[in-house]
């Protein structure tokens, strides 16, 4: 049995179970505000639930119906909060090993929503959460929002070439070689040949 006392998901810290339903332990849960919440050990783990309602409460009344609308699941910046959280947070998550696995985390200010929008506002379109330092934790200081080229240009995964004075990605030089295909000119930049003047950058 998951070990679930005492942790803490967004403003509900787990005091002990207190029962079942449909098969499921239910927790009993201390809001921040001070209220008490029984909720699904599945909701709390996935951040179904993070509060006892208090959030959605405080945000219709002090933010008005624009920033409660980004509680529905048509909002792109809940929806980029809750993947943040859940790459962070949760083992069954598909990316966990390269975020929560490697130390990764996401500083208290930014485990409530309202907080999150506060600081980070709506996404540009075509924009995504990147973090400046790729081995920094998703805090106001260290994330800003990034188009799809600036997020590639970070990530621990890139590959950069070299042709005299010019760095750039591989992915990118590849695109301004018509002879090959982008997977051939990457084996070939791989295995160490020169392609078109480039070579990879070690």
């Known amino acids: 049995m998951i070990l679930m006392a005492g942790k803490k998901f967004g403003r509900l810290t787990v005091l002990e179970e207190d029962g079942r339903a449909n098969g499921q332990i239910v927790w009993r849960c201390r809001c921040d505000c001070g209220n008490f919440a029984s909720i699904r050990g599945h909701a ?16 219709s009344r002090r933010m008005g119906q624009r920033t409660a609308k980004h509680h529905r699941s048509t ?36 485990q409530i929503f309202e907080n999150f929008f506060a600081d980070m506002g709506d996404p540009p379109p075509e924009t995504y959460l990147e ?7 998703y805090e106001p200081s260290n994330c800003y929002w990034a188009s799809r080229q600036e997020q590639d240009l970070n990530k621990c995964s890139a590959i950069w070439v070299e042709r005299g004075s010019e760095k750039t990605l591989l992915t990118l030089a590849a695109r301004r070689q018509t002879k090959l295909s982008l997977s051939t000119f990457r084996k070939r930049i791989l295995a160490g040949d020169i392609v078109d003047g480039w070579r990879r950058k070690l």
């Open 131 to 137: 973090r400046r330092n790729n081995d920094g934790n």
């Open 75 to 110: 909002s792109t910046v809940y929806w980029r909060w809750k993947n943040m959280l859940n790459r962070c947070r949760d083992p069954e998550n598909r990316y966990f090993d390269r975020y929560g696995g490697r130390g990764i985390s996401v500083c208290d200010r930014w």
């Open 44 to 59: 709390l783990r996935k951040l179904t639930s993070t509060s006892c309602g208090c959030v959605r409460r405080e945000l």
